[in-house]
């Protein structure tokens, strides 16, 4: 059950070039490449004849031909050549889907192909803006992708999973969170103050003289959008009121796209707006992510066992679920009206 | 759902010996030998007791001995000993099936034993004639025999799958086939006059001076023996009229095996009847043969993994599927015979 | 359908102290440690909250910490703490199980903790006595825990699987046992006088000058504590009237525990009580109960993968499955005589 009017993220762009990017999206097989002009296009990864996926063929100019039998498909799924034969029946073509390069993500389209509004794309304006730079990185994860919005509204596990990277000293799981939400999106936070700084954001800056003042503002947008506007600053410099020039800032960004019920395309960047040529930062924070998102996929992913074994038994909730629980039933109302709708169209065939 | 009342190639001849090889054929597991005298003889590869595989035991004289208990079973299947008890219930028999070494290829029958009639046994006498010599292998594929089967009888298939031993110049693609039946066979066959040699061809001759006349002529004999009669003569020297003097000829025969619903033992062979003592021909042949046998079990598995989703829809015909539908049509209405005759057996309890 | 209420052997000592064992017990996960004061304790391997498993996490004093939001039980089970919340709700608590440290063995209680009576943990002393020593060993079976029972009580495979460690002359098969039960338990064993000695007993005792007199008692208590009187004396010495002392004698003990249903634990030892500190007797003793037990383990899992394809078909009992039959009777009575008296809890949420 997936929410399909929406743009999901399917790739970096450097991921996507004159070969076949094969990726399951919503347990679709898709298939991805650019056109000799650059541009990005996608069709289902599966030959209408005998079904092989199309991956297994190569790129004719624009076309993708398939690897048993030579049927060729151009941008559109419109099939344009059938070796032996000069007709060619309708039923040969195959699904295209809408996709853009924005925010120097790819975006696709899995839903009704009219409603595919480029104004719905979320703005993430600083990942392709000349005043910020980004680390970035790719993590398959085996488990379902709302396992992962979970963790990323629920602000105390950073406390146990990230000992080495983003834990701040114990007394940090202890505070508390503020929860908004305006119907479109939750929004969770904290300040954290006059504490000893996280092991990352200590590297990231070359370290701090003393404690810092701490931020972690969550933003959550359906279906699997999560940005996060994270830093430090010298304890007492005035960043809750709104000076950070004292510390570092960072939008954390993770691009949630679901390959299967179980398992998730997890794109994530960490973009700042400092020292912007300094790789040994972009090393810093690109390690970092990593170690810290497998630390996550780990616990994740040993969640996600549990719950297939059907025997986990019900799950109890406690206080820091508030913002999750939140998320969770947005997210259902929007997919029961997105079905009652009946606007997203039936899976298709390929 | 196969077929049984028919011979299926069990082993190429030097597979089978004082040794225990087990075979699953028709989802049954296989157990073959030779006994002492030479002679290849099969039964259930369970023992009646305990049920584990008789391949985990060991031949003792003419017999396999279980390997848990030791009890022993003959060539026919009877138990003949068990220890501590003289007396040996009938129950604790086991499946014979009948086997014939014929060919140089070692055939199984999985039907009812007493119509094992060995003048059934496709007749591929090249295999075993002074006058030809040949090159064999062997290619376990994960897929049901019919994909293969398909594959064979599509001549189509050759330009984009095989392009570095069996494809010709990109034109051949186009030429189209003629197509017979007589409801005991289908043929399908086309002549490609004056074009480039493929490349497995020249290298198997040594070359060709310029462009070939080129024959692609299948046999396909239910359920699943496919024999071509392939080759190429230098253009224009009468190879269409019967003149084949001045090229090459091979008998390229493909014994294919059902090992589950979803899986197949694929036995091949490249008979030829020129340079019968030059190893290096025999080379480029066996080399050949796995290369592009094993380029189709990498399309063919991709196709049983889409079919084995559920999810790949329904498969559109084109011009090129002809004899391969004529096939599945035949194949078809003998398996509905065979059900309405009751003659074959169920299953094994083995 | 496991019987609950009776002790496990759930871990050797050693595998268990100030680190998370993880062990999945009658097919729920467990979690076994240590305690500051060297208690051995156990509770359910989930967190309450998000189901993850507790091994996850990390032990502090002598409370386990939850990896993914940091709850903490103690070995009562109790949750003692939940980060940034004071109220523990009664619903977080997981359950605990009974434990026992006995004849150097780790004994778990999966049943009604009210009926975890010590006194029902088998009398094993010679495991913890100084008079006796022993080489154990723990192998994983991917079988179901009757099968291994089946086969510790018939004797006659001995002669097949195990050639080359405890298999005397081939006319051991031939030599029937004796059976015997008083409703609690199952004895088989034989004497088998005037052989050659197996080649584990005689390298075990440094040889033997000639024939042997060689015993097998073997005792069965229910579910599946198997432990065996085993022996070799020289031929004639008196052993089957009493006079061990021309020979040598051991205890082999099998404490199964059932994984899941198609997995097993299985613990072993074989304790002597002569040359107890001759470190190359433990080690013929270590390796050859390896290889014994591993050549067990490959054929009851053959046994197993039969009985997962629903296709092996009835088993034909002879004379030797009387003993392995009488004991699957019983447990059977006693299965259904626990699930009557319904004092067997169900399956813990956990």
């Known amino acids: 059950m997936f929410i399909r009017n929406t743009w999901y993220a399917a790739a970096w762009p450097a991921e996507v070039g004159r070969s076949l990017l094969s990726r399951r999206i919503l347990d679709e097989p898709v298939l991805l490449w650019r056109t000799n002009s650059g541009q990005v296009v996608a069709v289902a990864d599966r030959c209408s ?3 092989v996926p199309l991956s297994l063929g190569r790129l004719v100019g624009d076309t993708v031909e398939c690897g048993y039998h030579g049927l060729r498909f151009d941008p559109a799924g419109r099939c344009v050549h059938i070796p032996g034969q000069a007709d060619i029946p309708p039923e040969t073509c195959i699904r295209a889907y809408p996709v853009v390069e924005r925010w120097k993500t790819v ?41 992962l919005v979970d963790n990323l509204l629920d602000l105390s596990h950073v406390s146990f999973v990230h000992r080495e990277t983003l834990a701040g000293p114990p007394e940090e799981a202890e505070i508390p969170v503020t929860i908004e939400s305006d119907g479109t999106m939750v929004r969770v936070g904290r300040w954290m103050l006059n504490l000893d700084p996280p092991p990352m954001f200590a ?12 931020w972690q503002l969550v933003t959550w947008r359906p279906p699997a959008t999560v940005v996060l506007d994270v830093g430090c600053a010298e304890a007492g410099s005035g960043a809750p009121e709104g000076n950070r020039s004292r510390g570092i800032s960072m939008w954390s960004n993770h691009l949630i796209t679901p390959e299967t019920e179980t398992s998730t395309h997890y794109f994530w960047c960490y973009a700042r707006n400092y020292a912007l040529d300094d790789g040994a930062v972009t090393s810093v ?19 996600q066992r549990v719950l297939d074994s059907g025997r986990g038994g019900p799950a109890v909730d406690i206080r820091i679920d508030e913002a999750p629980l939140l998320a969770r039933r947005m997210l259902g109302e929007r997919l029961s009206a997105e079905r009652a709708e009946g606007t997203a169209p039936r899976r298709a065939r390929a």
Do not use: C
């Open 49 to 51: 004849h005998r079904r």
């Open 107 to 147: 975006w696709l389209w899995m839903g009704e192909p009219s409603r595919a509004d480029e104004s719905l794309i979320p703005d993430l304006w600083w990942l392709d803006d000349r005043g910020w730079t980004g680390a970035n990185g790719y993590v398959h994860l085996n488990a379902n992708y709302q396992l």
């Open 285 to 303: 924070l690109r390690d970092g992510g990593y170690k810290t998102f497998l630390e996550d996929a780990a616990m994740i992913e040993a969640q």
């Open 203 to 214: 590297a990231a800056r070359g370290g701090f003289p003393g404690k810092v003042d701490r």
